[in-house]
C-alpha cells in the first residue's frame, strides 16, 4: 500500500469536532501537521491545558523528531509573562509545534519541562480507525488523577476483601475436613 497525502487530507476534511470528541479514548499518534512526521502518542499524554487563548497538549515524552530550540525565549503576556521557555520544531520540516517550559510562576510549574503540543500544529492519527483529525479539533477527556486512584485504591480493596473471603472459606473446608476424620 502506497502512502497517498490526498487521501490523508480529504479523512482530514471530512472530520467534525464530534468524532475528534468520541474518539480521545483510543490509542493515537500525534503528527506535524506540515509533513506528517510522527512527534509523539497518546501514551506519553498527560493533559492539555489553554495558555494565553493557545491550546496545547501536554506530553511526558516525545519522538526524536521534536527539535527543542537552541534559544530561551522569555514571556512577556498574561500567564507566560516572566517565563522561560523554548520553542518545539519538527526535525524534518523546521515547522514550531510547541513549547517546552524551564521556568515558570507557581501558575504553571506544574508543567515546567514537559512537551506542550500547540493543536493548531499537529495531526492526529486514530489508531484502529485509519483516521486522521486535526489537533485543534481533538478534546481530551482525561480524569484528574486523584480520581484515579481512588478507582484503582477501590478495586485493590474489592480484590482484597474477595480474597479474605476465599481464604475463610478454605480455613473452613480444612477445618470441617479435620473433623470428618
Avoid at 482530514?12 to 499518534?29: C, H, P, R, S, W
Avoid at 501536554?58 to 516572566?82: F, Q
Amino acid at each position: 500500500m502506497e502512502y497517498d497525502e490526498n487521501l490523508l487530507i480529504s479523512r482530514i476534511e471530512d472530520m467534525n469536532l464530534e468524532d475528534g470528541e468520541a474518539l480521545v479514548k483510543q490509542q493515537m499518534t500525534f503528527h506535524c501537521a506540515q509533513c506528517n512526521t510522527v512527534l509523539a502518542d497518546s501514551v506519553g499524554v498527560c493533559g492539555e491545558i489553554v495558555i494565553n487563548s493557545v491550546d496545547f497538549i501536554v506530553c511526558l515524552r516525545v519522538t526524536n523528531d521534536v527539535a527543542i530550540g537552541e534559544r530561551n525565549e522569555l514571556g512577556h503576556k498574561e500567564k507566560m509573562a516572566d517565563c522561560i521557555f523554548s520553542s518545539l520544531k519538527c526535525r524534518v520540516c523546521c515547522s514550531a509545534v510547541g513549547k517546552i517550559i524551564h521556568s515558570a510562576s507557581s501558575r504553571l510549574a506544574p508543567i515546567r519541562s514537559l512537551f506542550l503540543l500547540h493543536k493548531e500544529n499537529i495531526n492526529c492519527y486514530i489508531l484502529n480507525s485509519i483516521s486522521m483529525l486535526k489537533g485543534s479539533t481533538l478534546k481530551l477527556d482525561l480524569k484528574p488523577l486523584r480520581d484515579t486512584i481512588n478507582e484503582v485504591r477501590q478495586e485493590y480493596k474489592a480484590q482484597l476483601d474477595h480474597m479474605s473471603q476465599l481464604k475463610s472459606r478454605l480455613a473452613d473446608r480444612s477445618v470441617t475436613s479435620d473433623l470428618d476424620k
